[in-house]
Each structure stands twice: as structure tokens, then as C-alpha cells.
């Protein structure tokens, strides 16, 4: 198998999600030219769900941690230096929040998920904090 295909599904699947999303960007400018506000828009947010065919709130939560680690994956892809040369503070804390809400949602997906695989038991005995004692 050629290495290559893989990374040019991914390429092409990312492009078709980065078209969809800027179509979504205009459409949402042109609603609130046209006076839509933020609670008719807030309506529509579950049309995201509806179209990434999330039928549980397991599904909408793994689908929004995909999408903050992938826009924290874009985000440090960008030049994060200011006008001075030095590192942006707003930037770096944007990309640092980030990062923070992806590996939360990514442990609420995996705490939520009933099918995940269990932690076979090593035989090992908790720590004495981990049983509820302090230290």
C-alpha cells in the first residue's frame, strides 16, 4: 500500500471541513446582516450535530474534542509572534486554553464511554490518596 494515500484522504477530508466551515462563516455573516442574533443562531448550532450524525452526547463530545484539538493544531501552526518580534501573550494563552480544553474533552469522552477497554486488575493496591486517606 502506497504511504501516501492515507495522508492525501486526510488532506482531502480536512479541505472539505475547512470549505464546509467557511461556507458556515458566511452564512452566519449574512443571517446577522439580515438581523439574526445570537440566541437564533444558538438554535441552529445543533444542525453541526445533526450533519456529523451525532445520535448521543458521547458522539457530540468526541466530535467537539476532534475539533478543538485539530483547531489547536492550527493555531500552532501560526506565527504566534507579535508586532515587536516577541511572542504574542494573547496568542500563546488562546493556544494554551486550547490545548487544555482538548485533553479535557478528551477525558470526559473517554470517562463517558461504557465500551471503552477496562484497566485489567495489575494486582497492584491503590495509593493511600487514591483510596480517600491522606498521605
Do not use: F, K
Request: glycine letters at 8%; a positive charge.
Amino acid at each position: 500500500m502506497n504511504a501516501t494515500v492515507p495522508t492525501l484522504a486526510l488532506e482531502l477530508a480536512y479541505s472539505v471541513v475547512g470549505a464546509a466551515e467557511r461556507n458556515a462563516i458566511s452564512t452566519e455573516q449574512h443571517a446577522r446582516a439580515r438581523g439574526a442574533g445570537v440566541d437564533e443562531l444558538g438554535d441552529d448550532v445543533g444542525s453541526i450535530l445533526d450533519g456529523a450524525a451525532c445520535h448521543s452526547d458521547l458522539d457530540a463530545l468526541a466530535l467537539l474534542q476532534w475539533r478543538i484539538t485539530r483547531t489547536t493544531q492550527a493555531i500552532g501552526l501560526l506565527d504566534l509572534t507579535g508586532p515587536r518580534g516577541t511572542p504574542e501573550p494573547l496568542l500563546r494563552s488562546i493556544l494554551l486554553t486550547t490545548a487544555a480544553l482538548s485533553g479535557l474533552l478528551a477525558a470526559t469522552v473517554t470517562m463517558r464511554n461504557m465500551h471503552r477497554p477496562r484497566r485489567r486488575d495489575t494486582g497492584r493496591r491503590a495509593s493511600p490518596a487514591c483510596r480517600g486517606r491522606r498521605a
